[in-house]
Every structure is written in C-alpha cells, then in structure tokens.
C-alpha cells in the first residue's frame, strides 16, 4: 500500500445559523463546524467530564487553515486535512490545491458578496441591534451563475465572517496556517433550527482578563439581566411559519432587556408566529434539569463566558402524518426534538486544566451558572402554568 491519497481541500463557508458570539464559526461539511483553535477550549474538550457530554458538541479534532485571495482579491478560507488524519497539519501543495479551485467555482461564496448582501440585508450597524428578518437569499451560484442552493443566512454570521476575513487578511499574510477545532454541527438534523443563545452566569470575564475588560464585563453584566438572573440572551433565531421568514435578535438586544423582557423573549422564542409551542416547554425543562444535576457535580470548574444553546426545528412534525402508527403520540412528548447544550469554553477553566497550569482554584460547583438555571427554569415552568 502506497502513502495515503491527501485529503481534498475544503472551502470553509460562513455557518449560516450563528446566532451570537463574535468568533466566526465556519462550516466544514454537513455535521462539522469549525472555529480558531483557543488552547483553553481545546483543553476542556480533551478532559471533558462524561456527564457532560450529552451536553456539549462533540470534538472531531484539530483542522489547518489558510487564507486564500483569488485574482480578484476576493478572500476565502481553505481547510487542509492533512494525510488521512483531520488533525494533522498538512500544507495545501499545488496537487491538492486544485480541488479548492474546482469548489471555488462550484460555490462562489466571495467576499465582496458577502459584504454586498449583508450591507443590502441591514444598511449598517444600527439596523442590526434592532429586530432582523432575513430570508432566503440568492448567495450561492454556480459556474453558470444558477443558483445551486438557496438557504437562509442570519446576518449575525455574516457579520462576524466579515470581520473575521478582515482581521486575519490585515494581520497575516496567504500562507499563514491557522489551527481551527472541529466540532459538531448541533443543529443540522433540524430543517429550519430555532436557537436561542443564553449566556449564562453572573460573571463574564475570564481569570486571564485585563482590568480594563473585567471592568467592561462587570458592567454590562451589571446593566443588564445576567446580574439579576444570571442569564441573558446574547442571540436568537425562531422560525415565523406564518411568514417563512426567520425572526432574529442579536446580542444588543438581549443586554437591554429587564427580567420581564427576558421573559417576554423567552416566550417570542417559542412563538412560530401561529402560536405558542407549548408542547416544547416540558421537554425543554426536563433536560435543564438534566444539565443542573450535572453542574452541581462539577466541582472546581467555572464556565465564564460560555453560552447555553436551547434548539428545536420551527417546522412541525404534524400529529396526523403519525397517526398509522401504534404510537402516533410518540412524537408529541419525544424530547429528542428539542436539544439544550453548552458552547464556548474559550474561558472556562477547571482543577488540571493543560492550557492553564496556574488557574485560579475554584472550589466547589459554579454557582453563578447554577443559579443562572435554576431562574431560567423557573421561567420557563411559569410559561407552561400559563402565566
């Protein structure tokens, strides 16, 4: 047996259902996503506690990723998985090269596009932090200029996309390899994914923020539901079957809410523009339930900044088309429609943590996310009383 074939190079493209965070999150294929490397992270995915890991995405390994400008100085990103292995660091030679050309043509995803369409989508950034609609867009083409696929673009994504191209065009030059992780796609069985981003916990800085940020930190935790609920929403899309459209709120929104407008968002995330899904809400608490028991048994780690993703589809599994089964119910109580996890662990830190030989010890369970669950519990029981 000869040397394993190199593996084709992957255009990354913009993960159309970010929601929240600033990171650009790129897709890798149809389950994968992918984000630049944080040593922190990785090492809590590495030790990730057991229990934790229905809860969490699973991580699929270590990516290289290079910057690529086509004659037209529009700029891509290219993932080069190596020799078999996606976590090996292989250089893009000129043989492997050629099938990011071919995909480059197949699926124009260019910058000047994705500029031109979000400044189209939201005439700048003030129209972002009020309420955002986006549908479908003709963003993808193919070699002939026919539309290959037309999906949906938050333009919360494509902003952060945009942002991050230019950072890293500014700072490094074509060749630069980028280390990215490779995650699951948390929301790729759904057809039309209504997620609802939640940063949990009192506090938002991480032990290794200068005392500039941690002021920054303290402040918007201060002004806004995070001190008084120990959550606040940091993004959100909900599907509004009654339009066809998504209906999006972005970060700044979320900061600005009282407790009562946090409820009252809650409550919009479960609306599909018909009515409330009220079938949605036991299998909701049940599996925070599930995560608070297991928060309560980690001891020493504390999840600063990360965010808590609630997720089901928008589109709605007709009882009817059920009802040949012997159990046509089943799918009215499945709580598999609905998925809770936590993401972004770029400042968690814990006892034996690799990236952090000296962390500050914490002792006990983190208390500021627990009592960010317990509220958001409550909250959401009071919606299923009817209240």
């Known amino acids: ?26 897709t890798y294929d149809e389950h994968t996503i992918c984000k630049p490397l944080v040593s922190q992270e990785l090492s809590f995915y590495e030790s990730l ?36 292995q996606p976590d090996s660091c292989g250089r893009l030679d000129s043989a492997g090269g050629d099938p990011a050309v071919t995909l480059w043509h197949k699926r124009k995803w260019s910058h000047t596009q ?10 700048g950034k003030m129209l972002l932090r009020t309420d955002l ?6 963003l993808l083409e193919d070699a002939n200029g ?17 942002q991050h191209l230019n950072r890293m065009s500014s700072k490094h030059n074509e060749n630069k390899l980028h280390q990215f992780l490779l995650l699951e796609n948390v929301v790729s069985k759904y057809s039309y994914p209504c997620i609802l981003d939640l940063k949990m916990g009192t506090r938002q800085h991480g032990d290794d923020a200068s005392e500039e940020k941690k002021a920054r930190h303290i402040k918007k935790c201060e002004q806004s539901t995070s001190a008084s609920l120990g959550v606040r929403i940091c993004g959100m899309q909900v599907y509004q ?22 409820q009252q968002t809650l409550r919009q995330f479960l609306c ?43 589109q709605e599994h007709k009882e009817s088309v059920d009802q040949h089964l012997p159990f046509p119910k089943t799918h009215g109580t499945n709580p598999s429609r609905v998925d809770v ?29 627990i009592f960010g669950l317990e509220n958001l519990i409550k909250i959401l029981q009071s919606l299923l009383e009817g209240k």
């Open 341 to 369: 996890r936590m993401i972004d662990f770029a400042h968690t830190t814990f006892k034996g943590s690799k990236s952090n030989p000296n962390p500050t010890l914490y002792d006990g369970p983190d208390h500021g996310y």
């Open 133 to 138: 609609q986006y549908h479908t867009d003709s």
């Open 146 to 162: 026919k539309q290959a696929e037309r999906r949906s673009y938050n333009p919360w994504g494509l902003h952060c996309h945009r």
């Open 1 to 26: 047996l000869g040397p394993p074939e190199p593996r084709a190079a992957v255009l990354l493209q913009p993960f159309v259902h970010q929601v929240g965070g600033h990171t650009s999150m790129l």
């Open 272 to 314: 599909n523009g018909n009515q409330l899904r009220t079938d949605l809400l036991e299998p909701i608490i049940l599996r925070l339930k599930a995560l608070l028991a297991v928060i309560r048994k980690q001891s020493s780690y504390r999840f600063y900044s990360s965010s808590l993703l609630i997720i089901y589809d928008g």
């Open 241 to 262: 079957a009654d339009t066809g459209h998504f209906l999006c709120k972005d970060k700044y929104y979320g900061r600005k809410l009282s407790p009562e407008g946090f």
């Open 114 to 123: 994705v500029t031109k369409t979000f400044k189209d989508s939201c005439p």
């Open 49 to 84: 506690p057991l229990a934790m890991r229905q809860f969490t995405p699973q991580y699929k390994g270590i990516v290289s990723v290079h910057l690529k400008k086509d004659s037209l100085g529009n700029l891509t990103l290219i993932a080069s998985p190596g020799l078999g």
